[in-house]
């Protein structure tokens, strides 16, 4: 079974910053891949996803995501946070023909002012 | 825009109570999944239900079950509530299986002393 590894759980960053969150799937073929958004006291949702075509996907506030087959990576990155962005972040592959997404542990990403 | 509404944001049990946790969506989707979220675990997926009085096992059911009377709503029942079972839970929808984006409800956090 696919399985997802998401490298740091937390990150603390400071306004303007670069952020890049390392994510990697545990085996190939065809994979859809997902990052999803918690921010506090709200909902999951959806950030970006990969299904095909351009590796470098462009997601909701100004986050984008590389997918690189060869290193089985589906990373995260913003060129410039905003405090706005403190948030919990999850990186998720489908599982299956069910379409199951596999969820990776998360990350923590506190921006300071 | 999709709804998905859990019956309860917090909630205190005993051990050895059976708790029922409830989630309704609006959008009339086929498919609704329960996870739990714990801190670096991510989402765990506890069940999954394709269609109306249709469940699959998910990752972690041991402990849990699952009903789904009508479309809309998708219940997960801890028959005898355990310490262990302390932890977030998420609902989530979709259209069917051939869509991969799941809407997320809120949470209920779940505390059994």
């Known amino acids: 079974a696919q399985s997802v590894s998401q490298h740091n759980h937390h990150v603390i960053l400071s306004e303007a910053a670069s952020l890049e969150l390392g994510c990697n799937y545990s085996?190939?073929?065809?994979?859809?891949l997902f990052w999803y958004v918690q921010y506090p006291g709200q909902h999951l949702q959806l950030l970006l996803k990969y299904f095909s075509g351009d590796p470098l996907v462009k997601g909701i506030k100004g986050f984008e995501a590389e997918f690189i087959k060869s290193k089985f990576s589906f990373n995260l990155r913003k060129p410039s946070v905003q405090w706005s962005d403190t948030a919990e972040y999850f990186c998720?592959?489908?599982?299956?023909?069910?379409?199951?997404?596999?969820f990776g542990a998360g990350t923590q990403v506190v921006v300071t002012p | 825009d999709v709804k998905v509404t859990q019956s309860s944001r917090y909630l205190v049990k005993r051990t050895g109570e059976k708790v029922f946790l409830e989630c309704v969506q609006d959008?009339?989707?086929?498919?609704m999944f329960w996870y739990r979220q714990d801190p670096g675990l991510g989402l765990r997926l506890i069940y999954f239900?394709?269609?109306?009085?249709?469940?699959e096992k998910g990752d972690i059911p041991e402990g849990y079950s699952v009903s789904r009377e009508k479309k809309e709503r998708f219940s997960l029942i801890l028959e005898s509530a355990s310490t262990n079972q302390t932890s977030m839970y998420l609902c989530?929808?979709?259209?069917?299986?051939?869509?991969?984006?799941?809407?997320f409800g809120p949470g209920t956090r779940l505390t059994v002393t």
């Open positions: 239900s394709y269609d109306v009085k249709m469940k």
């Open positions: 959008m009339d989707h086929e498919n």
């Open positions: 085996y190939g073929g065809t994979v859809n």
């Open positions: 998720a592959v489908r599982s299956d023909s069910w379409g199951k997404l596999q």
């Open positions: 989530a929808s979709r259209t069917d299986v051939t869509s991969y984006e799941q809407y």
